[in-house]
């Protein structure tokens, strides 16, 4: 099974890329990580005509004019999905034995165990849908993220199929033999349905990316927080400086007026006193309300300042795609040197296979983290086989 997280890989985009680009007529010439596309000024696309090169790997931070990064997170990649989504929004692709190979997985031959035969048999005709997701991750501040997700979905059982995700990514342009133009014959409602169980399960996919931009998000929430703090703090230092000349200046004149003897001269210094007392009352005020809002953690600007950095996830499906695929039986003939094993699994096209299996000794289930030690004796797994 492939990492639920990153279900559109590196190579899947490169080919999709390669396909579409090809689709409309460019010519690409790969060197490396570097491919170098010439498009045609009559194709019909947004993509500009000309030269353009793409970079596959870790490519420089600064791109020129017609340069971009092709990853599956790389907005070039989501234009042209976008672009290949309005040619083709539904469609209805057919997966047969005919047109694919039979997937074998590694952790069935890996330790000495070859898979000598293998012969798949359809017994019947499955449905599934895939839906292609857009996720926006949106903070009212300055960043944004854009992830693309496929989920594809049995409509009988309801089980994810992430071997079918792959297939279908790898089919879904207009130029491919297997789609045929049909509509999708599967009900609106039932559509909607899996849109709606879909959409919670992607965004589950995705919880640790949103994960990690919410803590960054925080993480900029807090710095910002703690910069008004030291702001305000400064402020309230140096307020408590101007009270202090305030009093002292106060207390200075308070001695000459009752010094004086020049009646000018009182009246002056009267005057100034009461004007440096309601400047000390001003200084007093502002003090005692900073003190209160330091007291309380400034609870208003708290609250803006992370209600700027709040989250908003978007999840809109792109496409629907209906996939017919067969289901029914796989027999593998396992060998290890002079033992032989005969395995009857479900299995389905694209899909890769259906049942689970478990170790004959400790009954976990074998898989890509736990895989087939050896069929001596019976099944037995690589855990319980080291211990
Ligand atoms: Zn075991």
């Known amino acids: 099974m492939t990492d639920a997280a990153i279900p559109i890989t590196q190579s899947a985009v490169e080919q999709f890329t390669e396909r579409y680009l090809t689709f409309l007529g460019s010519t690409i010439k790969r060197e490396g ?15 500009p005509s000309g030269q353009l090169v793409l970079f596959c790997g870790d490519a420089a931070a600064d791109l020129g004019e017609n340069e971009r990064q092709l990853h599956p997170e790389s907005s070039f990649f989501q234009e042209i999905i976008d672009e290949a989504s309005e040619r083709q929004p539904t469609g209805k692709i057919t997966i047969s034995s005919k047109n694919t190979q039979i ?38 501040s ?56 879909t959409r919670e399960q992607i965004v589950e996919r995705v919880q640790p990316k949103i994960d990690e931009i919410h803590q960054e998000a925080s993480r900029s929430a807090d710095a910002e927080i703690e910069e008004y703090r030291q702001m305000q ?26 010094q004086s003897s020049d009646e000018g001269d009182r009246v002056e210094a009267l005057q100034k006193r009461k004007e440096l007392n309601s400047e000390y009352e001003d200084v007093d005020s502002e003090l005692e309300e900073l003190h209160h809002r330091r007291e309380q953690g400034f609870p208003r600007k708290q609250r803006e300042i992370r209600e700027r950095h ?16 067969e289901r029914g039986e796989l ?21 890769g296979i259906t049942d689970e299996l478990d170790c004959e000794f400790c009954h976990q289930t074998l898989g890509e983290h736990n895989s087939l030690r050896t069929i001596q004796e019976g099944l037995q797994c690589s855990q319980c086989y080291s211990n």
Do not use: C
């Not at 594809?152 to 089980?159: F, G, H, Q, V």
């Open 33 to 47: 990580d570097r491919w170098e596309v010439t498009v045609p000024g009559e194709a019909e696309t947004e993509i």
């Open 103 to 140: 997937e074998i997985p590694q952790w069935l031959q890996e330790n000495n165990i070859n898979v000598n035969d293998a012969t798949f048999t359809p017994y019947y005709d499955r449905s599934a849908i895939a839906i292609h997701y857009r996720i926006s991750i949106e903070t009212v």
């Open 142 to 197: 300055e960043y944004q993220t854009e992830l693309l997700r496929v989920t594809a979905i049995d409509i009988r059982s309801m089980e994810r199929l992430p071997n079918l995700e792959e297939t279908f990514l790898e089919s879904t342009l207009p130029t491919e033999p297997q789609i045929e133009s049909q509509p999708v014959d599967v009900e609106k409602s039932t559509a909607d349905e899996l849109i709606a169980q």
């Open 233 to 258: 703090q400064q402020r309230i230092e140096e307020l408590e400086e101007k009270k202090t000349r305030l009093s002292d200046r106060i207390q200075d004149l308070s001695e000459s007026i009752q």
């Open 310 to 325: 709040a989250l908003e996830v978007i999840v809109s499906p792109l496409t629907i795609t209906q996939i017919e695929y």
């Open 331 to 351: 027999v593998l003939e396992l060998e290890e040197g002079t033992v032989t094993r005969s395995l009857t699994l479900g299995y389905g096209d694209g899909v």
